[in-house]
């Protein structure tokens, strides 16, 4: 998210479709300026992108919907939000609660009449749990069951 960067001062910013965004340079997702990023980092470290990726960490992000009427959405966020307010919780766009091992973010589609519920973690297991625990509370949210 741009806004999250912009107020972070990172150096990049992303989003879940690969886009990134090279904050000194511009503030757009921009696949051509991504790409001359990485030919520097090859250029300049004399390095294999295989091997420059081997020095990434490594995430895993799950992601699903759950359908929702647009009368109900915020209150749903809200609902949701609820059940963590002993977190901190982010409502710069929806709710994302972060822990420091994975984060939730449940927010209503800007195109479709769906919650959109995203989990990123560093482990597997534990990214599949919490997403289908997330799924299954934001489901009972909206529509009172399972």
Sequence with gaps: MIFRAVNENAVLAGEGSGGVALMSVSRAFDGFL???????????????????????????????EIPCSPDRVYSALEEFRRSYRCEQVDLADGVRVTW????????????EPILRVIVEGDDPEHVERVFADTLFRVNTVVHGKS
Excluded at 100 to 110: G, T
């Design 34 to 64: 991504t790409m001359a990023a990485v030919l520097e980092a090859i250029a300049r470290s004399g390095h294999r992108i295989s091997e420059l990726a081997a020095r990434l960490p490594v995430f895993v992000m799950k992601k699903g």
């Design 100 to 111: 420091p091992d994975h984060w939730i973010h449940v927010r209503a589609s800007n195109t």
